[in-house]
C-alpha cells in the first residue's frame, strides 16, 4: 500500500524527471555537440537555467533522508553532466538527489555522494564521462571541519569528505572507480551554492577553488569524522 509520503515522493520523482528531461532535451539542441570548456563557461553565465536548476535543487531536498527533528537538514543537489554518447545521441545529463542519514549513529551520505555513485555506475557501467556543474541547495553553515578554523559560510559547501573525493577525482587518483577513464570531475568544474531561504544567495567556486575556501590542503581522502 502507498503511504502519502511514497506518493509525494513518487511525484516529485516525476516531476523532477520531467523537467530534467526537458533541460536535456533544450540542452542537445542549443549543442548538439558539446565543447566541455566551452559548457562550463556557458552553464557559468547562462542565469534563466542556473535559476531553474537551483528551482530543482529546492525540491530535490525533498528527497532528504535526515533524522534531526523537527527540522531535518536537508540538501538538494542537482548535476550536470555529459554522457559517453555515440553520434546522434543526446549526451547531456540532468541529475538530482539529496542527503541522507537516517539515524544519529548513521553513517551520511551526502546529496553530492549519491550524485557522484550514480554518475560512476549503473549496472556496472560509467554513466557520465564528466561532470561540468553542481548545484547544492541546503541550510548554511559553519563547515565541520574548517568552521572551528573560522571559515564562515552564505551558503553551504560541500563537505570535507565530498570536497577531497572531488579533488581526488579531479586528480585521477589511483584506485578510484574511475581510474581506466578520463577525470570526472575537473578542476573548473562548477559549483554553485545557494541558501534555501533565499535563492538569490549564491555563491560560486571552482572545484579547485574549495580547498583554499576552506583553508586546508587539498588532500585525496579525508579521515575526518563528520557529524550530519
Ligand atoms: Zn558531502
Known amino acids: 500500500m502507498l503511504t502519502a509520503l511514497h506518493t509525494r515522493d513518487a511525484f516529485l520523482q516525476e516531476l523532477l524527471q520531467a523537467e530534467a528531461t526537458?533541460?536535456?532535451r533544450r540542452l542537445y539542441l542549443a549543442f548538439p555537440e558539446p565543447n566541455d570548456d566551452q559548457m562550463?563557461?556557458?552553464?557559468?553565465?547562462?542565469?534563466?537555467?542556473?535559476?531553474?536548476?537551483?528551482?530543482?535543487?529546492?525540491?530535490?531536498?525533498?528527497?532528504a533522508n535526515h533524522y534531526r527533528r523537527p527540522d531535518p537538514y536537508q540538501v538538494g543537489v542537482i548535476i550536470v553532466g555529459l554522457r559517453h554518447a555515440s553520434p546522434g545521441e543526446n549526451p547531456w545529463a540532468v541529475m538530482f538527489s539529496a542527503n541522507t542519514k537516517p539515524s544519529k549513529n548513521y553513517i551520511?551520505?551526502?546529496?553530492?555522494?549519491?550524485l557522484f555513485e550514480g554518475a560512476l555506475k549503473e549496472?556496472?557501467?560509467?554513466?557520465?564521462r564528466r561532470i561540468l556543474a553542481i548545484h547544492v541547495v541546503g541550510e548554511p553553515r559553519a563547515d565541520d571541519?574548517?568552521?572551528?578554523?573560522?571559515?564562515?559560510q552564505i551558503t553551504l559547501t560541500p563537505c570535507k569528505i565530498c570536497r577531497d573525493r572531488m579533488w581526488a577525482m579531479s586528480l585521477h587518483a589511483p584506485k578510484m572507480v574511475q581510474a581506466k577513464w578520463t577525470p570526472l570531475i575537473v578542476p573548473t568544474t562548477l559549483v554553485?551554492?545557494?541558501?534555501?531561504?533565499?535563492?538569490?544567495?549564491r555563491k560560486y567556486f571552482r572545484a579547485?577553488?574549495?580547498?583554499?575556501?576552506?583553508?586546508?590542503?587539498?588532500?585525496?581522502?579525508?579521515?575526518?569524522?563528520?557529524?550530519?
Open 22 to 24: 526537458e533541460i536535456e
Open 40 to 63: 562550463i563557461q556557458y552553464l557559468r553565465d547562462d542565469m534563466r537555467l542556473e535559476n531553474q536548476l537551483f528551482e530543482m535543487a529546492l525540491l530535490a531536498r525533498g528527497f
Open 108 to 114: 551520511k551520505q551526502c546529496g553530492e555522494w549519491w
Open 123 to 128: 549496472n556496472g557501467h560509467r554513466t557520465l
Open 145 to 152: 571541519v574548517s568552521g572551528p578554523q573560522g571559515v564562515t
Open 192 to 201: 554553485k551554492t545557494a541558501d534555501y531561504r533565499n535563492l538569490g544567495i
Open 208 to 228: 579547485d577553488e574549495l580547498h583554499p575556501f576552506h583553508k586546508e590542503p587539498k588532500a585525496i581522502f579525508s579521515a575526518q569524522a563528520i557529524d550530519d
